[in-house]
Each structure stands twice: as structure tokens, then as C-alpha cells.
């Protein structure tokens, strides 16, 4: 068996969404450090759901979670051959095999998301999933729609699903076009219009922030956003990492690349279960799981026959 660890980012949160962890020593362990370099609790921010609508509270939450929930699998006895994390789920992924620690990262994550909360109110935008829609038929779209406004493909998540993210009006006529073509039309529970070129303004702010990172060689290949290829190389994550903010996150690509170096089975880590789905529909015939509590965690190691450490 070789596996893959996935960590999902903005859009997946939901109020409570810390407290399974927060039962188990070890993601217990990691919520706790993330309050101290945060200064609140994060397992009570987690609580609030006005908290969560906020892009500077949910990135670093999201981050926190998802790596709790890492530390509990591994507690299980679970360890992964690579890495990738949808959007925000990156950063967790360097942390995941090494390349990075969560200290300095996660200050990294909330200078992120103060940064794209500043872009986003200043210019308002949004972003829609087109369940039905394969990216090239959305670059079509957004040829169509866009009429001088901001409109970009953001996320080409799998054959049939892809993200389109703009100014509002350009969004809109997107979301016409593709229903048009008998799509299902998913206006996407975010702040603003993220992995477009209305996030420029912030770009600068995460360059500066990533440049003063610490990079190692990570124990496993992780998968950036922007590349949608493994790499184990430090310089790479850097530069990657560094325009991923305004790059399309190619998601179907980084599936495809794991399956084809021999990963079959795909663990989601973190609230909700979207990757896993979404890993099932670009590489059929692997295994996907989403682990959503400890419980759920030794589960699956039981399945996998695997003995905790």
C-alpha cells in the first residue's frame, strides 16, 4: 500500500469542527500550540460560526484542524508516502512531511489570511463551483463571461467539476452559462475571489511572509497547488508556495500525479469529505477516505492493518 494524506482548506469548516480533536492527546497537543502562537483559543473560535464567515480566523482554524487531525493518524500508526492540501490545506501539507514546522507556518497562514480578508473587502468578489463542467469547457465560459471584468478558472478540482472566481457580476453570468449546459451550480462558502488576480493586492504581504520561512527537505514529496507534480526539492515549495494565491489550484492533476507514482489509497484529514470524493473521480479505481474524528482514525487503521506506534 502506498498512501497519500489530503488536507482541505476554506469552504470545508463548520462550527465545532476542533472538537473531535481536542478529545485526543495528540491533536489535543497540536490546537493547544496553535492557541499559543494565535493568542486565543482555537477550539472555542472553532465554536463560532460568525468567527468562521471571518477568512483571517477560519485559515489558521482550518490549519490547526487539519493538522490535529495528521498528529491522530499518525498516533494510529498511519504514515504517508506524499502530500497535498487543497488552497489553504498546502501549508498543513508542508508541516505534514517536514518541509516546514507549525509555529513560523502557521504565523505565515494568519498573515495569509489577514491579507486576502483586506483584498477581499477592498474588492469584492466571489467564487462558484460548476459540477458538470470540465476546465477546458470553463475556460470557455470564462472567455464568454468575463466582458472586461475579472474571471478566472480557480480550481480545476476533477473531470467534471471546476471553480470559477471573479468580480461578482462576472461570477454571475458564469453561474448563467454553465446552467445553460445543465450544470449544477455551487456558489462557494468564501469571502472573496480567491486564486484570481483580485488577490494581487495580497501577494505581495505572502511573499514577504513565506520568504522569511524555513524550508527543509521534506521526508515525502509533497504536491503544490500551482504545479499539480511532486516534489521533494525545498526551493520549489518556496517559489510554488509563494504564487499559489493567484495560480488555478490544480487539483485533478495532483490526484493524477499521486495515483501514478503508486498511491492507492487517498486519506482525507479534516472537516468534510470533499477531497475524497474528488480524489475517487480523477483517479478511479484507488481507495479514498475522509477521517473526520479519532474514532473514525483507528478505524481505518484497523482496516489497513497498521499497529499505533
Known amino acids: 500500500m502506498k498512501a497519500a494524506v489530503l488536507f482541505p482548506g476554506q469552504g470545508s469548516q463548520y462550527a465545532g469542527m476542533a472538537d473531535p480533536w481536542a478529545d485526543h492527546q495528540n491533536g489535543r497537543a497540536v490546537l493547544d500550540e496553535a492557541s499559543a502562537v494565535l493568542g486565543y483559543d482555537v477550539i472555542e473560535a ?34 504517508f508516502d506524499m502530500a497535498a492540501g487543497h488552497s489553504l490545506g498546502e501549508f498543513v501539507a ?59 478558472v480557480a ?37 472573496g475571489a480567491f486564486h484570481s488576480s483580485l488577490m494581487q493586492p495580497a501577494l505581495d504581504r505572502v511573499r514577504a511572509a513565506v520568504a522569511r520561512l524555513d524550508f527543509r527537505e521534506p521526508r515525502y514529496p509533497v504536491v503544490p497547488n500551482a504545479s499539480g507534480r511532486p516534489t521533494a526539492q525545498p526551493s520549489a515549495l518556496r517559489d510554488l508556495l509563494s504564487r499559489h494565491l493567484v495560480s ?5 492533476r495532483s490526484i493524477r500525479a499521486m495515483a501514478e ?15 475524497a470524493k474528488l ?31
Open 261 to 275: 507514482a503508486g498511491v492507492n489509497l487517498f486519506v482525507e484529514a479534516g472537516p468534510g469529505e470533499v477531497l
Open 46 to 79: 472553532c465554536r463560532d460560526e460568525a468567527r468562521l464567515a471571518d477568512t483571517a480566523v477560519v485559515q489558521p482554524a482550518l490549519f490547526a484542524c487539519d493538522l490535529a487531525a495528521l498528529r491522530v493518524l499518525e498516533a494510529e500508526g498511519l504514515g
Open 248 to 252: 488555478p489550484v490544480k487539483w485533478e
Open 155 to 191: 480550481n480545476e478540482n476533477s473531470p467534471k467539476q471546476t471553480v470559477v472566481s471573479g468580480s461578482v457580476p462576472a461570477v454571475e453570468r458564469a453561474e448563467d452559462l454553465a446552467r445553460s449546459r445543465k450544470a449544477r451550480v455551487v456558489r462557494l462558502n468564501v469571502a
Open 94 to 152: 508542508l508541516v505534514a512531511a517536514g518541509a516546514t514546522v507549525l509555529g513560523p507556518t502557521l504565523e505565515v497562514v494568519v498573515e495569509r489570511g489577514q491579507a486576502m480578508h483586506d483584498a477581499s473587502e477592498a474588492t469584492p468578489g466571489a467564487m462558484s463551483a460548476l459540477v458538470g463542467i470540465s476546465p477546458a469547457e470553463a475556460a470557455e465560459i470564462v472567455k464568454t463571461a468575463g466582458r472586461g471584468d475579472v474571471l478566472m
Open 279 to 309: 480524489a475517487k473521480r480523477c483517479a478511479p479505481g484507488v481507495r479514498a477516505v475522509s477521517v473526520g474524528s479519532p474514532s473514525e482514525a483507528r478505524a481505518l487503521a484497523e482496516d489497513v492493518g497498521v499497529k499505533a506506534r
